[in-house]
């Protein structure tokens, strides 16, 4: 929250079971988390940059090791690979994500997207969403330069920039099956990728009459859905 704490919940009863906070862990509002597959660890990244682990099982919350240089951590996600958490990623708007081993609570990989991008963007480009491939094998990230780039999660290496919409790009989902990536813009276009990198721009869905805030694809890739600022689904 932005009182800098992360809570486990109690679905049935709607108590607060654990709170993690103070020394060592958060000092500043926390804007992105994601659970490991296996329930037992939390991700969480902050506006000031700082990247936490914690979970139902820990005593107490951890800071990785670094971070986004006190840059805003947009989106922070567990890897499918290898059970769900021993891996994780970050972005932030620093223009970095970092890839990190979750039991050093080290930086194991950097991406950086460049400086520069689309006319009026500022440099470096932040980036605010990103997502995993179905074996983990590759990291999908959007960013404020209107471009969406896959990169080799281990070794940091870009494999393809993907390029169609004109601004900023607010939100990023991949379908289960990890081929297709969807975003949405402040142009209020969705735009449908092809990650595998056969074709990258598989089609462009117009409807939205304002900036497309948020994206989503249902379990076996038949449906998709996407939501504006102007109120409509």
């Known amino acids: 929250g932005a009182d800098g704490t992360v809570r486990v919940w109690d679905p049935r009863t709607g108590a607060a079971e654990k709170t993690f906070q103070g020394h060592g862990f958060h000092t500043d509002g926390i804007i992105s988390l994601d659970v490991s597959l296996d329930s037992s660890l939390l991700l969480s990244g902050a506006a000031n940059g700082s990247v936490g682990l914690s979970g139902p099982g820990m005593g107490a919350g951890l800071l990785m090791a670094g971070g986004h240089g006190g840059q805003a951590v947009e989106g922070v996600a567990f890897s499918p690979a290898a059970g769900g958490n021993l891996i994780a990623a970050s972005v932030g708007l620093d223009g970095r994500a970092l890839v990190w081993d979750i039991q050093s609570r080290q930086v194991r990989a950097q991406m950086r997207a460049p400086d520069g991008g689309a006319p009026g963007i500022a440099t470096p480009a932040g980036l605010n969403a990103l997502a995993w491939t179905a074996g983990g094998a590759l990291l999908v990230t959007s960013g404020l330069d209107a471009r969406v780039r896959v990169w080799d999660a281990r070794s940091g290496q870009p494999r393809a920039v993907l390029e169609g919409h004109r601004v900023n790009l607010l939100c990023l989902a991949l379908a289960p099956s990890g081929d297709a990536a969807l975003t949405g813009s ?48």
């Not at 276009?189 to 117009?206: E, F």
């Not at 948020?214 to 076996?220: F, T």
């Open 186 to 233: 402040d142009d209020g276009l969705v735009r449908i990728w092809d990650v595998s990198l056969g074709d990258p721009l598989v089609a462009t869905l117009r409807g939205h009459s304002s900036p497309v805030s948020c994206v989503g694809v249902a379990p076996g890739d038949d449906l998709i859905a996407s939501g504006g600022d102007e109120g409509k689904v």
